[in-house]
């Protein structure tokens, strides 16, 4: 069984107390507008997900194949659309509006985001180089990364060796966060522990694969009509007076 995921966007963190008045940690990520716009079937495609979509874009900010796309879909063209593989009995209908109860309190799961870009840095705050000493005949070279391990042979820097360059600003994957608790009212999720980005960025949330999971909806927790929970009453016969 492989459930669907949600897309986000990260609100920012807070401190919750739970039951015995332990302080908390928390992210806060709301789920929105999120949305299952179309499916990949096995026969057509060869695999099996949910296409979700979240944030709804305006018209000249949408590329034209997607655009037409969209139209004949017949749904609004989404700012974020993500596919999430899934089991073929997690195959959620197009059109359905997802929302914060997909997660229950207790669970645990994995989330994606684009980390904070710092720029160019240096290899101590980069890689958490130790640096030279400040004194004793050290000469300009504090911060430095020292040698590169090179000689004669192979007269050149292997690939992939430490040094100054772009730091953050790339997808960041973090495993097994608690989910702390659902507010179903304001759509929210909150998680605990920190999620790579900035308030604001999109959040790709998943049930976690290293944990074994229980009592979660399958495929979602769907919404249901009020009409279809209870069937509407009969009008009361209209007494007529004589």
Known sequence: MKRSGLITTKIGMTRLYDDAGVAHAVTVLSVGDCAVIGNRTMDKNGYVANILGMREAKAKHIA???AVAAQKAGVKPYRKVVEFRVSDDCVIPAGTELSASHFVAGQF????????????QGAMKRHNFGG?????????????IGGTG??????RVLKGKKMAGQMGNETVT?????????????NLIFVEGAVPGANGTFVLVVDAV??????????????VAQSAEQPAAEPEAETVAE
């Open 64 to 66: 034209k194949p997607q």
């Open 109 to 120: 799961v994995d989330v994606q985001a684009t980390s904070k870009g710092k720029g160019f």
């Open 132 to 144: 030279k000493e400040a004194t004793h005949g050290v000469l300009k070279a504090h911060r430095s």
């Open 150 to 155: 090179m000689r004669e042979w192979p007269g």
């Open 174 to 186: 973090v495993q097994n966060l608690k989910v702390f608790g659902v507010d179903d009212a304001d």
């Open 210 to 223: 290293k944990k074994e999971q229980a009592d979660l909806p399958i495929p979602t927790k769907m919404k």
